[in-house]
């Protein structure tokens, strides 16, 4: 692993653990005072540090940049960015330092183990997406579990949140244990090729000799990822989560989410490039269910919680196509896409938990005329939503352009015709939740509203306007100049102008496609 662009300290580790120490600090502080300025430090010293970190990633150098190494007791502690997962980090700070002002406006803003929890998903998170070793990645993935089951049964805003604990460890759980036996078997299969038993990112991607299991370790990886992202027909427990949980937690949780689309971008088409091209077919055709399934669900749904989280469904079924196509810039596209609708999505659930606030529901039947009184919390929920809709002057729309264009080169002009309309369906199913909380008369003649100290408070409408404009900020300003971003994706996963280790294998377009090219990125 090539470790260019090294510095004096490993800032990858330190980002890891700056949110984790910042935890433990939490949980022995003296008082919830305290306790707060320790999150507060860590969050922010975090973003810095995130910050620091785009600023020396070179964009130009292809591969693994600021990678570190530590072999000790049989095991590879190994970590490095490139331009699949370098974006995530960032994103994960700033949302984690959004979810801790947020929390001011909340009565869970005393609760110690609430924000060591928040503090310790952020060190996880990025863990997992600098982890450049299998076993490692597979480590993080089991240390989600806690903080996330915890901040849900601490936080949730539901009646019956053990159940919807029970029901994420059972689906969670299931996929841990198929990727757990799908890295095993990778590992004895490379070692059977007359390689050392090892778990290394690079050394599983080098191995070009045959896998006598390759098709089991696909779909044991692609199925233990597809719950994570999730993907039809694996999604059960996301509406659920949604509609039960805290918001603070669940606008974490959409980065979490994305860490399933970036498992298969990192150890499933690279190691496995032969056996992914055969099943390409059956993964669109899961995607395409996913499109249109989700969108129908999120147009039945009353509960917005609810309707976000279908409406995740169907962007994650774009996603997943789009790094299918065997193309560049449809993987360029997708981690493009990624990022935007994982800002954008937060967007929608803080501006939701505002006005759960305000109102004590979720249900869109019982809203209406809010925006008179919330003015604010409208605008981060239309320009969020306007995100997600991929509108000019959105991050997302040089990101669907990438990926429309990669998937008309790799799968035809039918697949990307039926991704546009399903794109439509969500933009529709978006503006019209925005008419019915905001726009539209409210059906009842008293809106409920209970008073709370909170929420009634000018600091706590100064955070949420905090919250508004960081947000609208990052998405108005990325969205009229992606150039930077699309340059960092496209760089570092070109070697020498040539593709990158994901689409060595070159895969021949399908009926009716267009020649496939991808020795260019992005202009």
């Not at 001011?104 to 110690?112: E, G, I, N, Q």
């Not at 009646?159 to 004895?188: D, E, I, K």
Request: with cysteine; net charge neutral; proline share 4%.
């Amino acid at each position: 692993m090539d470790a260019t662009n090294s510095i004096a300290f490993p800032l990858l580790t330190t980002l890891t653990f700056v949110p984790l120490a910042a935890m433990v600090a939490i949980l022995f502080s003296p008082s919830a005072a305290v306790a707060l300025r320790f999150g507060f430090a860590g969050t922010l010293l975090t973003v810095m540090l995130s910050i620091y970190l785009l600023v020396i990633f070179d964009a130009d150098v292809p591969g693994i940049q600021l990678a570190e190494q530590v072999h000790n007791l049989g095991f590879t502690y190994s970590v490095g960015v490139d331009g699949a997962n370098i974006l995530f980090i960032p994103l994960t700070a700033i949302l984690a330092l959004l979810a801790l002002v947020y929390t001011l406006t909340t009565r869970r803003v005393t609760d110690r183990l609430y924000i060591a929890c928040l503090l310790g998903y952020e060190g996880i998170l990025i863990g997992a997406f600098c982890a450049m070793n299998a076993m490692q990645f597979w480590l993080w993935c089991f240390l989600e579990l806690i903080p996330v089951v915890l901040l849900t049964i601490r936080g949730g805003t539901g009646q019956n949140r053990r159940w919807v604990v029970g029901m994420l460890l059972q689906h969670w759980g299931s996929g841990l244990l198929m990727t757990l036996a799908g890295f095993v078997l990778l590992a004895f299969g490379v070692m059977g090729t007359g390689e050392v038993l090892t778990f290394e990112w690079i050394t599983l991607k080098e191995s070009n000799s045959p896998l006598q299991y390759g098709t089991l370790i696909f779909f044991l990886l692609f199925f233990g990822f597809a719950i994570r992202m999730p993907l039809f027909p694996f999604h059960g427990w996301l509406p659920v989560l949604a509609e039960q949980g805290t918001v603070a937690s669940v606008t974490i949780f959409i980065v979490g989410l994305k860490l399933g689309i970036y498992a298969v971008i990192r150890f499933v088409l690279p190691v496995i490039p032969d056996v992914a091209e055969q099943w390409t077919g059956f993964v669109v055709t899961l995607g395409l269910i996913s499109i249109f399934y989700g969108a129908l669900l999120a147009l039945m749904q009353i509960n917005i919680r609810r309707l976000l989280a279908f409406a995740v469904l169907s962007h994650t079924g774009m996603l997943i196509i789009g790094i299918f196509d065997f193309n560049l810039h449809a993987l360029e596209g997708s981690i493009l896409l990624s990022i935007a609708y994982g800002l954008a999505t937060a967007g929608m659930l803080f501006s939701v938990g505002m006005i759960y606030k305000r109102t004590r529901t979720a249900y869109i039947p019982r809203l209406g005329g809010l925006f008179d009184t919330s003015a604010a919390i409208a605008f981060l929920f239309v320009i969020s939503a306007l995100s997600t809709m991929v509108m000019p002057g959105t991050p997302g729309f040089d990101g669907a352009h990438l990926l429309i264009e990669g998937t008309i080169k790799g799968q035809g002009w039918l697949v990307a015709i039926a991704i546009l309309i399903g794109n439509v369906m969500a933009a529709g199913l978006l503006l019209r939740a925005f008419q019915q909380i905001f726009i539209t008369a409210p059906r009842r003649g008293q809106r409920p509203y209970v008073h709370s100290p909170y929420m009634d408070s000018q600091h706590s409408v100064n955070n949420e306007r905090i919250i508004a404009v960081v947000i609208c900020s990052l998405l108005i300003g990325t969205g009229f100049y992606t150039t930077p971003w699309v340059h960092v994706i496209d760089q570092s996963l070109l070697s020498a102008g040539e593709p990158s280790a994901i689409y060595e294998k070159k895969k021949q377009p399908s009926p009716g496609a267009a020649p496939l090219d991808i020795g260019h990125g992005h202009d």
